[in-house]
Structure formats: C-alpha cells, structure tokens
C-alpha cells in the first residue's frame, strides 16, 4: 500500500447528515429516537409444551401489548398514517392479534386515542368523537358504550381540534372488568363496557364540584366492587377540597371539605384501618395528617417550616370576572406581605392558561425558583394569576380579549394602582405577553420569558427536545390554528407578536437559552431585531448553553433579580441599573461578574 493510500484510510468521514423532504420523520426526531430505534423489539410467543414459538404482530406492530392472560395482544399499525403525522395528529389502526394462532383482526381503523385492554383481559378501550368505544375480544363485538348517557366526556378548553378531543379519562375499572370507571367534568360514571349502559355514581355537576377516584390500593389493577369507594374533592368556583366516601350505589358521603389543597391524595395503611392525607394552603406550609377510616379525627403529624410565624406573609383571595365574549371565570390574587389597607400596590400579573387552581399552593420563597409568587409578594406586590381560555384561530386575541377584563376586576378591588400593573409569563405565558403588549397598552412594564414571537417562522421550526416539528403545536395543541399558515394567513398574522412591533410602547425584557429545544433561540433574535429596527425598548437576557428552563443556579438567580430589578424601576420607580437604562457593552460583561450601577 503506498503512503497515498494510508493517507486515504486515515481520512476523516465527512460530517454530513441528509435530510429529505420525504423523511417522515424527520432526522432530528431520529436523532432523538436512535436509542429507542436501535432497541426496537417484537412480541413473541413461545408454546414450552410444543416447543413452538410464534412472532406476533408482525407488519401491524409499530406498538403492542399483551392484554391480561395473555389471550391476545393489542397491535397498533401507525403506518398507513405517517405522512400526515409529519405535521398533524398521528392515527394508527388497531388490531386483535390471537396469542395461540397469530391471526390478526382489524379492530378500528384511524385510532387517536387509544386507552389500551381492560385489566381482566376482556375489551379493548379507546376513545373516538366525543365517546368511548369497546371492543369485546371474546366476542369480536364492537360498541359506543358512553352515547346517550347524559356525561360530557371531553375537555373542551384543552380540546385543540375535533380530530384530538381532549377526554377527561378513565378512572380505573371494576374487578372482573363488570364496569368501567369513566370520569366527566364533574363527575364518575359507571359504564358497562358490553354498551348496555350506565349511571352517574356522583352529583359533582349540581354544585360544581369535581370528582375523582382515589385508588386506596396503588397495586390492585380494579377496584372490589363490594368495597367503599372515595373520592378527591375540588370546587369550581369556591377551590374548596376534600375527600368524600360512597358504598356503590349510594351518593358519596363529604368526610373533609375545606378551604384548602390536598395533595397527593389520600393513603391508606396496608393492614390497618388508618389514612394519610397532606393539607396545604398559601400561608400554611404542606402538612401531613393521620385519621381513622372517617376521616373525622386527623390528627397533624408532621409541622414544616415553623419559622414561618416569624415574618410576615400574604393571604390570597378569588377575583371574578367575565371574558370579552362572556365566559365566566377567576382568578388567584395574592396579597402583598406587608399589605396596609391605607395604601395601594403595584401589581404583577403572572398567566398561562388556566391558573386560578393555584389559589392555595404554598410556595417557599426560593431564589432559584424565577417566577416565585411568594418573593413576589414579600417584595411588595400583589400578584394576580388569571383564568384565559381560547377561542379557535384567535390564540394571542383571546388572551387579549380575556386578560384586560380580569385585570379591571382586579384593580376593581381599590387595593391596586392601575398605573403600577407589570405583565410576566414564560413558554406559552411568553407569547401571551410578548403579543398583549403589541395590541394594549395597559402594562407599565412585561417580562416574556422563552416567547414565541413569529408563529409563521416557528411554525416551521422543529421542538428540538424531541425532535418533532413545531407545526403540530400549532395545527393540533396548543396553538389552536388548526390549519397550516398558508391556508390562513390573516390568523396567523394577526397574532403574531413580530407583526405588530410597531404598536410596541411597554417596556419588554425578554429570556432566552441559546439552547432551547422547545422554543427556537431564534424566535427571540427576531423580535429583538426587530425592536432594533422599530426604536422600541426592549432588552434580551441571553443565557449561553441553558434550554426552555435555566437549570445552572447562577443563571436562575442572575434571572430572578433581574426580574426584580425591572419590576422596582417601572412599577416602583427605583433608578434604573444600567442594563435596563443603556445597556451593558459586550468587553464590560466579560470583564467581570455583573455590577448593578445606577444611572
């Protein structure tokens, strides 16, 4: 061989990867995936007492189960679906498979959400339209088991499109699979899986009270039939909770109702008659209690952060309030620390979705925790977490549309100064901020962490933590656009924060990680450029390295006093550090850690 051709040997493999527009999955999906790909196995069965073994599932297997006793395996086909899957709802068919012959029936076709085999082995479960459907593998016979009853099974404010209904989901089941324990908005329903009907087992939806089966046994895969029944507790309106008890057949008996949280259920002893539950609320730290089967003698076993009696602490209260188009809804407003009812605050807004749930959640004051209501509320503020809910094609206007009427209620209180009210929200929050502030000027000042700013460009892009595109997030979860952005450019446009740039006169500090695998880095160079270009104040913290969350706790608390910082010049009115009044040059941040000058 001569020294040219050990020359060629030695060279290095070009570090090239191909992507194609006929890739189904795309090759960052793969890349994410190639674990799980290389491992990627089939589901056999192998007779010992013939010595037979027979591969199931076959071209009909990209997911298989084996349903209790082995009889059958469930085997989902996802193929005949992967080109529309690219950018929308990935369907798959469903099919029977027999464990002793392998042959295989076709039990629904465009399957979305499939809720698996029953734990006695008996009916495949999914859910389709606005029901659920079983099938009777010992039977073949298959049946819309929820049609007629009454019930609203689906979630329609996290019900993106008609093609993803969005159920509130099984509950558990009856031994024997004799029933199957399906929840509604408010309520559980006993529902007979051979379709010969049903019956609500509680009253949740008269008083707005929601109830959810709490499993006493984590290891039983159904629930005795012969023995009580409980359940979690939660009020819609009032955030009271609990636990109640019913023998089945009979209405559930309140055992705790309270104006509290409790969290992680309710447990139960392995041997003995004695229950555990966790108790919670704003201003009192999470505590553990111990009580008998009745629940009316608990007893407080554990007393977390006693030092809390020595500094002063917010309350909360409920805000209620009416969208723009009339959807009644609330709100968590947090009080101030050291609130006077002689004077009014500054306020912070801090939305997502829904958040009104939060009225009780108690939150230790850490600094590496950014978005931290309680620091929040020992700095002064109110602090008011809203309701928003959506209407299709109309993401960022709903907000919009939502959030002006539920700060009105707010400030409605006479406890807050209007002109002293800051906007702050990240991911999803982000976008809700960043656009609010293109289309009102109600804020003195926002922060948007991680925001989506161009839906058009990010429509494109891909979730990079997974590997997915980011046109299912917009055509088929959270976005709610239902449609491509060609296919309807005026919605699109219209609530895309960048579009509007030229509205802009809230002061924005934006957040980012250069590596944020759910938002692209890039949404936010977009809009900073373009604030640029507009002349509009805004500033953008760039974390190097960090993802769609700071994990590195200089960096969460670097965040955090920043947010500080922004909030206590615009809505306190202290001296602007130079960050916030000119900005800092690039040699003067690398030569040393960060000095908070006053300009």
């Given at each position: 061989?001569?020294?040219?051709?050990?020359?060629?040997?030695?060279?290095?493999d070009a570090g090239v990867e191909i992507w194609h527009s006929l890739d189904v999955d795309p090759v960052p999906q793969q890349r994410v995936r190639e674990d799980q790909l290389r491992r990627e196995n089939d589901i056999g069965a192998w007779d010992l007492a013939a010595g037979g073994f027979l591969l199931l599932g076959g071209d009909h297997a990209d997911r298989a189960e084996i349903a209790e006793g082995g009889?059958?395996?469930?085997?989902?086909?996802?193929?005949?679906?992967?080109?529309?899957?690219?950018?929308?709802?990935?369907?798959?068919?469903?099919?029977?498979?027999?464990?002793?012959?392998?042959?295989?029936?076709?039990?629904?076709?465009?399957?979305?959400?499939?809720?698996?085999?029953?734990?006695?082995?008996?009916?495949?479960?999914?859910?389709?339209?606005?029901?659920?459907?079983?099938?009777?593998?010992?039977?073949?016979?298959?049946?819309?088991?929820?049609?007629?009853?009454?019930?609203?099974?689906?979630?329609?404010?996290?019900?993106?499109?008609?093609?993803?209904?969005?159920?509130?989901?099984?509950?558990?089941?009856?031994?024997?699979?004799?029933?199957?324990?399906?929840?509604?908005?408010?309520?559980?329903?006993?529902?007979?899986?051979?379709?010969?009907?049903?019956?609500?087992?509680?009253?949740?939806?008269?008083?707005?009270?929601?109830?959810?089966?709490?499993?006493?046994?984590?290891?039983?895969?159904?629930?005795?039939?012969?023995?009580?029944?409980?359940?979690?507790?939660?009020?819609?309106?009032?955030?009271?909770?609990?636990?109640?008890?019913?023998?089945?057949?009979?209405?559930?008996?309140?055992?705790?109702?309270?104006?509290?949280?409790?969290?992680?259920?309710?447990?139960?002893?392995?041997?003995?008659?004695?229950?555990?539950?966790?108790?919670?609320?704003?201003?009192?730290?999470?505590?553990?209690?111990?009580?008998?089967?009745?629940?009316?003698?608990?007893?407080?076993?554990?007393?977390?952060?006693?030092?809390?009696?020595?500094?002063?602490?917010?309350?909360?209260?409920?805000?209620?309030?009416?969208?723009?188009?009339?959807?009644?809804?609330?709100?968590?407003?947090?009080?101030?620390?050291?609130?006077?009812?002689?004077?009014?605050?500054?306020?912070?807004?801090?939305?997502?979705?829904?958040?009104?749930?939060?009225?009780?959640?108690?939150?230790?004051?850490?600094?590496?925790?950014?978005?931290?209501?309680?620091?929040?509320?020992?700095?002064?503020?109110?602090?008011?977490?809203?309701?928003?809910?959506?209407?299709?094609?109309?993401?960022?206007?709903?907000?919009?549309?939502?959030?002006?009427?539920?700060?009105?209620?707010?400030?409605?209180?006479?406890?807050?100064?209007?002109?002293?009210?800051?906007?702050?929200?990240?991911?999803?929050?982000?976008?809700?901020?960043?656009?609010?502030?293109?289309?009102?000027?109600?804020?003195?000042?926002?922060?948007?962490?991680?925001?989506?700013?161009?839906?058009?460009?990010?429509?494109?892009?891909?979730?990079?933590?997974?590997?997915?595109?980011?046109?299912?997030?917009?055509?088929?979860?959270?976005?709610?656009?239902?449609?491509?952005?060609?296919?309807?450019?005026?919605?699109?446009?219209?609530?895309?924060?960048?579009?509007?740039?030229?509205?802009?006169?809230?002061?924005?500090?934006?957040?980012?990680?250069?590596?944020?695998?759910?938002?692209?880095?890039?949404?936010?160079?977009?809009?900073?450029?373009?604030?640029?270009?507009?002349?509009?104040?805004?500033?953008?913290?760039?974390?190097?390295?960090?993802?769609?969350?700071?994990?590195?706790?200089?960096?969460?608390?670097?965040?955090?006093?920043?947010?500080?910082?922004?909030?206590?010049?615009?809505?306190?009115?202290?001296?602007?550090?130079?960050?916030?009044?000119?900005?800092?040059?690039?040699?003067?941040?690398?030569?040393?850690?960060?000095?908070?000058?006053?300009?």
């Amino acid at each position: 061989m001569t020294e040219e051709d050990e020359a060629e040997d030695e060279e290095e493999d070009a570090g090239v990867e191909i992507w194609h527009s006929l890739d189904v999955d795309p090759v960052p999906q793969q890349r994410v995936r190639e674990d799980q790909l290389r491992r990627e196995n089939d589901i056999g069965a192998w007779d010992l007492a013939a010595g037979g073994f027979l591969l199931l599932g076959g071209d009909h297997a990209d997911r298989a189960e084996i349903a209790e006793g082995g009889r059958h395996v469930l085997a989902r086909d996802e193929t005949p679906y992967d080109v529309d899957a690219m950018f929308r709802q990935q369907f798959h068919d469903l099919y029977a498979v027999d464990a002793r012959s392998g042959s295989r029936e076709l039990v629904r076709e465009r399957v979305t959400l499939d809720m698996g085999g029953s734990p006695g082995g008996r009916y495949a479960v999914w859910f389709e339209g606005e029901d659920y459907w079983t099938h009777d593998l010992a039977t073949g016979e298959t049946r819309n088991v929820t049609a007629g009853l009454g019930g609203t099974f689906v979630d329609l404010d996290r019900t993106p499109t008609r093609e993803q209904m969005s159920p509130f989901g099984i509950a558990g089941w009856l031994e024997d699979d004799a029933a199957m324990l399906v929840n509604d908005r408010f309520d559980v329903w006993e529902v007979n899986p051979d379709g010969s009907g049903g019956r609500r087992l509680t009253a949740g939806a008269e008083e707005s009270i929601r109830h959810r089966l709490v499993r006493l046994d984590r290891e039983a895969d159904a629930f005795d039939p012969d023995e009580p029944l409980h359940y979690s507790t939660y009020g819609e309106w009032t955030k009271k909770a609990g636990f109640s008890r019913a023998v089945r057949g009979e209405p559930p008996e309140v055992m705790i109702w309270a104006d509290a949280s409790f969290g992680g259920g309710l447990l139960k002893a392995e041997d003995a008659d004695v229950y555990a539950f966790r108790r919670e609320r704003f201003e009192d730290s999470p505590d553990y209690f111990v009580a008998g089967p009745d629940l009316d003698d608990a007893r407080q076993v554990t007393r977390t952060n006693p030092f809390q009696e020595d500094y002063t602490w917010g309350r909360t209260q409920l805000i209620e309030y009416e969208n723009e188009w009339g959807r009644r809804l609330q709100g968590a407003l947090t009080y101030p620390a050291n609130y006077d009812p002689g004077r009014k605050y500054p306020m912070i807004v801090n939305h997502y979705e829904l958040l009104s749930q939060t009225l009780h959640q108690y939150q230790v004051p850490d600094p590496t925790r950014y978005y931290n209501v309680q620091i929040w509320s020992q700095e002064g503020y109110f602090v008011f977490r809203p309701d928003v809910v959506y209407r299709d094609r109309r993401p960022g206007q709903s907000n919009v549309e939502t959030l002006r009427p539920a700060v009105a209620a707010a400030v409605e209180t006479g406890m807050i100064d209007a002109e002293r009210v800051g906007l702050i929200g990240h991911s999803w929050g982000g976008y809700q901020t960043t656009f609010f502030v293109t289309q009102d000027d109600l804020f003195a000042a926002a922060v948007a962490g991680a925001p989506l700013t161009n839906l058009m460009s990010m429509y494109l892009s891909f979730y990079w933590n997974s590997g997915g595109t980011d046109a299912r997030i917009f055509e088929i979860s959270q976005g709610r656009m239902q449609v491509p952005w060609w296919e309807d450019w005026d919605s699109y446009f219209a609530n895309s924060p960048l579009h509007h740039i030229e509205n802009l006169n809230t002061p924005l500090l934006i957040e980012f990680g250069t590596e944020d695998g759910a938002v692209e880095f890039n949404q936010g160079v977009e809009f900073y450029n373009a604030a640029r270009r507009a002349g509009k104040h805004m500033v953008m913290l760039v974390y190097e390295g960090e993802n769609h969350g700071l994990a590195k706790e200089p960096n969460q608390r670097d965040y955090q006093s920043r947010i500080l910082e922004w909030f206590a010049h615009y809505l306190k009115g202290e001296p602007a550090p130079e960050w916030i009044s000119t900005g800092v040059p690039y040699l003067q941040q690398k030569d040393g850690p960060r000095k908070k000058k006053v300009s």
